[in-house]
């Protein structure tokens, strides 16, 4: 009994596995997008095809941790000034989306369907919520988060994901039941802004030194742990006070956006992010009930329509009114088409307060879950309707240390790079795995992240796949090696510049196809220089000497490239010979 119940177990996650590995490539294959595919499996393997999932709910609980860590990714790439500078669009778009949007659609029910009033009003509010992690998941796949449709959406989604607390307590409000909850007004609300309180003063003095610590003394797999620690440390006491445990999530992210330890905390994070959010939207599409579709596929087509348009139309207006062009407002109001997840739990709430019935609820989570079926199609409208204006790609994008220029390593060589490049103005973005290197950099005027550029997640993280240019400069050979094999074979069209440790090193590098710098040669040119100074030479006579032996050592590092010397079989098998040949041999000691 006891071998069965736990094979039982591990067959659960065997299937949604293979279900992920099966339908996700096939429907990016068809063009469709990862989420549809995610969505199209959970309703193949819910209780309402296959019956492999009898219980939904059971996989739901985790997987809406797939939200909580993706909002706190998403925290990570902002930070409290490019928040601020946010704030019209959070605050009065945002607001001004799910007011708006929830009162005009909330005259479907009360008008079309004959729903009561309170019903109606929590049915529009909970429609005019969009999905934050079908919208930024779409958005990602699309390289479009940092795009002007993608900022202005993103703001909407973090007001509706805010609203849902006030949404929450109007539930209460408008229930006909008696409050089961006998806290005062006063105290909930001072439990939440002690909450967020708590959140504030540990990111901002607690979290980067104890990072710090771990990174000295702890095992790579602890900071994956501590990362994971502080996101649902951060998410579980919010949902402790009443508050989303997306929007702790959300704010321990912007709290650490200004930390070193950025890049690696969100490269800890995301395969988790990504698998639990696969997962969320298999449960989307296990809570399907087709028999609900079946029975009201009309009603629900029509109202999926209506929804569609009434939305779209209202986020459009409402984007040209606070500033923004045609082609942003088009894109930005088709992605916001859909319901979103959180209706869910508002539905849930209002079902359980006698707001609305059961029945009803039902009817608006399958709503809610066709919406979402048909945003990646008519999101692809875009193009059609925003065409005669399409929306300005910004050439760069530099805010949160997003630079055009990676910089991996900032030892001796990395600091002086970086001033050069800093005085021509190039944005950089800076990376080393030393804790002391990172701490110490404050001086230079440039803030580095820690990060193993050793490790793909991390440079990928860091900006790898989109910098005009990757220099790096780190100090051993066998490091400097293994990062420009990976770069080159995951962005070989991103250029390079290297530090290289001799000639030997050179010669390696540049079979694969990069610009190297030797880390002695020019110090030893200038050193040679300055002794013939010293000896007498004039200015131009050392500046001549400097230069020609540092051609002939080019043309030396081309032929032996090449192999063409004729003096070694194995080109890195090299042995130093000299550039001007000696007057006379020196007798051996």
Known sequence: MADTAHAT??????????????????????????????????????????????????????????????????????????????????????????????????????????????????????????STAIV???????????????????????????????LIALVAVLSPLPSADDTPAWLAAAQMLAAVAAVVLAGRFLLSPFFGLLARFGAPEIMTAAALLVVLGAAGLMQLVGLSMAAGAFLAGVLLAESSYRHELEADIEPFRGLLLGLFFLSVGMSVDLAVVRDNLLSLIVAATVLTITKTLVMYGLSRAFGHDHGTSVRAALLLSQGGEFGFVLYSAAATAGVMLTDHASLLVALVTLSMLLTPFVSRLAPLLARDAAAAEPEEDFSD???????????????????????????LT?????????????RFGARVHYGDGTR??????????????????????????RIVSILREAYPDTPLVVRSFDRRHSLELLSHGVAEVR???????LLGGQALRQLGASEDEAGAAIRYVRDRDRQRLDAQLQGDTGDFQDRYRIRPEPLQQPAKQAAPL
Request: proline letters at 4%; glycine letters at 12%; aromatic letters at 4%.
């Open 9 to 130: 177990s591990l067959l659960e996650p065997v299937v949604l596995l293979a279900t992920a590995v099966i339908a996700v490539p096939l429907a990016k294959r068809a063009g469709l997008g990862s989420v549809l595919g995610y969505i199209a499996a959970g309703v193949a393997i819910g209780p309402s095809v296959l019956g492999l999932f009898s219980e939904p709910g059971r996989v739901s609980g985790i997987a809406e941790l797939g939200i909580v860590l993706l909002l706190f990714i998403i925290g990570l790439e902002l930070n409290l000034g490019r928040l601020w500078s946010m704030r019209r669009d959070i605050l009065g778009l945002g607001t001004a989306q799910v007011v708006v949007s929830g009162a005009v659609i909330a005259l479907y029910p009360l008008l079309v369907a004959g729903r009561s009033l309170p019903a109606s009003i929590i049915a529009g509010l909970g429609l005019a919520l969009s």
């Open 136 to 166: 930024m998941q779409m958005l990602q796949e699309r390289g479009e988060v940092e795009s002007p449709h993608g900022r202005t959406a993103f703001a909407v989604l973090l007001m509706q994901d805010l609203a849902i607390v006030p």
């Open 401 to 427: 240390a997003r630079g055009s220029v990676l910089l991996i390593g900032f030892g001796r060589v990395g600091q002086m790079a970086a001033q050069v490049l800093l005085r021509h103005g190039a944005a």
């Open 430 to 442: 800076i990376i080393d795995s030393d804790v002391e290197q990172v701490e110490a950099a404050a």
């Open 456 to 481: 793909l997640d991390v440079l990928r993280a860091a900006g790898a796949g989109r910098v005009r240019l990757i220099a790096v400069c780190t100090d051993r050979q066998e490091t400097t090696t």
């Open 519 to 525: 880390e002695t040669l020019e110090s030893a040119l």
